[in-house]
C-alpha cells in the first residue's frame, strides 16, 4: 500500500546527541599485513544470475578464501575518499589481529604459535593513514598460543611494542578492545584449552595494564557476537543463531565477575551468514528477495535492543558501540555491493541513532564485497556514496519523528550538518512496487537515491546522475535538486534525504 509521510520540522521532539563519529569503519588486520580472506564473487554472483557453489561443512571453509596482498594505505585514491567522510574512528582488529606478532625489529620470522606478522613500515603506514582521514584508532591485541599457554597469564609483550611504536610515532592508540569476538573461543584463535575464566582472567590484565600505562586510551568490549543474546537471518524469529552450528560463550560468561570495567560496550551485528556459508547454515541465510522486506531490515535494530540490557550492566552511562557492521558475516551477500545493500546500510544508522548514542564500524572500509570501496581498486561502491551523504546532511541532534516505521517509510530525522536551522530527514521507501507520497511544508533540498539498472545495481543514481568517479578521481555532483513546498513522490525501491 502506498504511503503519505507529513514532515514537520516544528514539530519534533530531540531524542540526544549522537557522536560525530557515528559512521565509522574497520581495516582488517589481514589488510595491513596480507593474508587470507574471503575470496570475491563473480560479476554473475553479485548479478543473481550464477548460483554460488555450496560447501559440504566446515572442513571445506578454506576453499573459500584467498591471498591478498596488504592494501595501499598511502594510496592517493584510497587518501582521498576516505577523507571525504570526515573524522571517523578506525578500527584495526579481526581474528587475524588476535595471532598477529609485530615484528618491528625486521626478523622477517613469524615465531611459533603466531598467524602472521606486521612489520614497523606496514603500522606506521597505517598511522599515517588513520592522521591524514582525521580519524581515531581502535585496535585488539595479540592472545594466542605464541604469545602464552591457556595456563599462563596474559602478558602485555606484544601489546607494549604496538602501543610504544604508535606513541613514538605521535599517533597514540586511542582505545582498545582485548581481543576480536572473544565468545567464539573455538575459532577466534586463543591458545588451545582456553576458557571464559581464563578469558576474564586476561581481559582484566590487559585492561589493567591499560590503565596504569596509557590512562588516556578508552576501553572497549567485549566485543561479543552472543548468539543467546541476538539470533540473526530469517529463522532468528524462532531462535536459530551462530551457536547452533558452533560452541559459544555468552555476554555474561566473558562480563561476570571481571574487575577491571570497560568506558564503552561494544558487540558484533550481522544480518545473516552469506551464500558462502548458507550450504552449513541454511537457517541463517536471507534470500536476497528478502533484502527490502520489513523483517530483514529489522535485524539491526533488534540487535540493539537486545545488548542494551548488557551494557547498562555492565557499562551503565556509557555509549555503544557496533564494532563490526554488515550485511551478511562470511565477507557479505552477493548484493552487498550493490544498490540492494543501501536501504539495510542507512536504515541501521537511522533506527540506531533514534534508540542510543555510539558509533558503527561498518566492516570494512576496502576489502571483501561489503567493503564501502572496492579491494585493489578502490572504486566505491554504492554504499561509499549513501553514507557520504549521511555524513555531509545528517547532524548529530536526533529527533523522534512521530512516524511508526513501515514498509515504504522508515522515516528518520536529525538536525542539519550545515547548523542551520530546520531538519534533515532520512526516507526509505522499501516497497518494490508503490511510491511514497511526503508532504513539505516549504522548500526543500531533495537527495534521492535509486539504482542505475535496478536493486542489484553497481552503479546508484542521486536524483537520475550516475554516481561514478570522474576525472582525476574527482566526485560525482552530489547536490541535491530543489523542491517547493506541496507534495514530493518517492519512486519505489529508493532512499532519499530531505534538507527542510
Wanted: aromatic share 10%.
Amino acid at each position: 500500500m502506498a504511503q503519505f509521510v507529513k514532515l514537520n520540522p516544528a514539530g519534533l521532539t530531540a531524542l540526544r546527541q549522537i557522536n560525530p563519529c557515528l559512521m565509522s569503519y574497520n581495516v582488517e588486520m589481514t589488510e595491513v599485513t596480507g593474508g587470507t580472506f574471503w575470496k570475491a564473487y563473480t560479476p554473475g554472483q553479485i548479478a543473481g544470475t550464477e548460483k554460488f557453489p555450496p560447501i559440504q561443512d566446515f572442513s571445506q571453509m578454506a576453499g573459500l578464501m584467498q591471498w591478498y596482498d596488504p592494501i595501499d594505505t598511502t594510496n592517493p585514491r584510497l587518501i582521498k575518499l576516505a577523507k571525504e567522510f570526515g573524522p571517523v574512528w578506525v578500527r584495526v582488529s579481526g581474528t587475524w589481529a588476535t595471532k598477529t606478532y609485530y615484528d618491528f625489529d625486521g626478523t622477517g620470522v613469524t615465531p611459533e604459535g603466531y598467524q602472521n606478522r606486521m612489520t614497523k613500515e606496514q603500522w606506521i603506514n597505517l598511522l599515517n593513514f588513520v592522521d591524514t582521514v582525521g580519524g581515531k584508532l581502535l585496535i585488539s591485541v595479540a592472545n594466542c598460543e605464541g604469545l602464552h599457554s591457556a595456563q599462563e597469564p596474559w602478558n602485555p609483550s606484544e601489546a607494549k611494542k604496538i602501543f610504544d611504536l604508535s606513541i613514538a610515532h605521535g599517533h597514540p592508540i586511542d582505545a582498545i578492545e582485548f581481543t576480536n569476538e572473544p565468545n567464539m573461543m573455538e575459532t577466534t584463535g586463543f591458545p588451545k584449552g582456553y576458557t571464559p575464566a581464563h578469558y576474564r582472567r586476561d581481559q582484566d590484565l590487559c585492561l589493567k595494564w591499560v590503565r596504569e600505562n596509557h590512562p588516556n586510551t578508552l576501553i572497549v568490549g567485549p566485543c561479543t557476537t552472543d548468539s543467546n543474546a541476538m539470533t540473526m537471518g530469517p529463522a532468528s524469529k524462532g531462535g536459530a543463531g551462530i551457536g547452533s552450528v558452533m560452541h559459544c560463550c555468552t555476554t555474561d560468561e566473558l562480563m561476570e565477575g571481571c574487575e577491571e570495567k570497560m568506558d564503552v560496550f561494544s558487540y558484533h551485528y550481522y544480518n545473516g551468514i552469506s551464500e558462502r556459508l548458507e550450504s552449513i547454515m541454511p537457517s541463517m541465510h536471507w534470500d536476497a528477495s528478502q533484502a527490502m522486506s520489513e523483517d530483514y531490515l529489522s535485524v539491526a535494530g533488534t540487535a540493539c535492543r537486545a545488548f542494551i540490557p548488557f551494557r547498562d550492566k555492565y557499562v551503565p552511562g556509557g555509549e555503544m558501540w557496533v564494532t563490526e557492521s554488515g550485511d551478511a558475516g562470511g565477507g557479505g551477500d552477493t548484493w552487498a555491493s550493490t544498490f540492494l545493500d543501501v536501504f539495510r546500510t542507512l536504515n541501521e544508522l537511522g533506527e540506531f541513532a533514534s534508540l542510543t548514542n555510539g558509533v558503527i564500524f561498518h566492516n570494512t572500509l576496502a576489502s571483501s564485497d561489503y567493503g564501502f570501496l572496492q579491494h585493489g581498486s578502490f572504486d566505491p561502491r554504492p554504499n561509499y556514496f549513501a553514507v557520504l551523504l549521511w555524513q555531509r546532511l545528517m547532524g548529530q541532534t536526533v529527533y523522534a519523528t512521530g512516524e511508526p516505521i513501515r514498509e515504504g517509510a522508515h522515516v528518520y530525522a536529525h538536525s542539519r550538518k550545515d547548523g542551520k536551522e530546520g531538519a534533515a530527514y532520512l526516507v526509505i521507501n522499501n516497497s518494490e512496487t508503490e511510491t511514497t507520497t511526503v508532504e513539505l511544508p516549504g522548500d526543500a533540498a531533495v537527495y534521492t537515491l535509486t539504482g542505475r539498472d535496478g536493486l542489484r545495481s553497481r552503479v546508484m543514481c542521486l536524483n537520475g546522475r550516475e554516481l561514478v568517479l570522474g576525472e582525476n578521481d574527482a566526485l560525482p555532483d552530489l547536490t541535491g535538486a530543489e523542491a517547493k513546498a506541496g507534495t514530493l513522490e518517492l519512486p519505489a525501491a529508493s532512499c532519499t534525504f530531505i534538507l527542510l
